[in-house]
């Protein structure tokens, strides 16, 4: 089992804060750090200091960082061109010498995109399929082609296909909760497949989906990673762990059915269901960016009992 580190920074947070966990991410051990991409916060509270964006950020964090990966989970096809968006991921995997991973969805919060001009089309899963058949083809073009791609949505006319990304694939990560058109999305295009904040005892069924879909396409699914993003409240004891829920609003209850809460011998125990539902990677929703002492209890006392 890996354990990535997911951040939500558009709930409040600068770039020294994202910093500050990036880098205790790699001192502690965990695999990645990774973090959303939204312009508005979520729900009541202070805004300030504003949005901070995905792919700036982490092109920060690729130079201030040595070993983790680095990605988003998941950029919107809404915020940026896919020719755009291709030239910053592999400039960013550059960078940051090949630890570079694209999470990319449809963008579903309509009211960050109001709040800065950002057009919001009602139907967005087949812009989503041209972008990630235009990303992949332009990191796939040999070099000295060029590439050229007529749509619905888009047109592409005799790029250059540049830059490339020093990882050849880089990972791309498709996710949700979708039955049909999002299996195959993810067989045809991902490395991982990813299901965010599960309903209890969903994934086995939407991994079991997505391995059809690779077969379907004659892909081994066994090629796939299968993850799952969860929020975690961990603590040594009750008292910690109420106080770690009630800084991001939640209960210890709700979050012990819904996340990750608790002791680290609860925490472990269902790490270990996690396991048996084919979960073989785990993003760790902190929400707390400031208590860096979470991260450390869950790489002291958790971790090491889970991981490989």
Not at 74 to 95: C, H, K
Not at 98 to 123: D, N
Not at 251 to 271: C, F, K, Q, W, Y
Request: charged share 25%; net charge negative; with cysteine.
């Amino acid at each position: 089992m890996e354990f990535r580190i997911f951040t939500e920074p558009q709930q409040g947070a600068s770039y020294d804060d994202l910093l500050a966990v990036a880098q205790a991410t790699e001192k502690l051990g965990f695999d990645a750090f990774f973090r959303s991409d939204h312009y508005l916060r979520m729900g009541p509270g202070d805004p300030n200091p504003g949005p901070t964006d995905a792919w700036t950020t982490l092109a920060g964090l690729a130079r201030e960082t040595s070993r983790i990966r680095l990605g988003t989970l998941v950029s919107s096809v809404t915020y940026r061109y896919p020719g755009v968006l291709a030239i910053q991921v592999a400039q960013v995997d550059q960078m940051s010498g090949g630890r570079v991973e694209l999470g990319l969805g449809t963008g579903w919060f309509e009211e960050e995109h109001r709040a800065y001009g950002i057009p919001f089309p009602p139907k967005r899963f087949s812009i989503l399929e041209e972008q990630l058949e235009i990303v992949t083809s332009l990191w796939a073009t040999e070099p000295g082609n060029t590439y050229s791609f007529k749509g619905q949505y888009y047109e592409l006319v005799d790029s250059p296909a540049l830059p490339k990304p020093t990882q050849s694939p880089l990972p791309v990560i498709v996710g949700g909760k979708g039955t049909k058109r999002t299996p195959l999305l993810a067989a045809r295009y991902a490395s991982e497949f990813n299901v965010p904040f599960p309903d209890p005892g969903t994934l086995p069924g939407l991994f079991r989906n997505v391995r059809e879909a690779c077969v379907e396409l004659g892909r081994d699914p066994d090629d796939m990673v299968y993850s799952t993003a969860l929020v975690v409240a961990a603590g040594s004891d009750e008292a910690t762990v109420a106080r770690r829920a009630a800084a991001i609003g939640r209960e210890p209850a709700e979050l012990r059915e819904n996340g990750l809460a608790g002791t680290a011998s609860e925490i472990v125990d269902r790490i270990g269901e996690l396991r048996e539902q084919g979960v073989e990677r785990v993003y760790l929703q902190v929400l707390d960016l400031h208590d860096l002492d979470h991260l450390d209890f869950i790489a002291r006392e958790i971790v090491p009992q889970v991981g490989d």
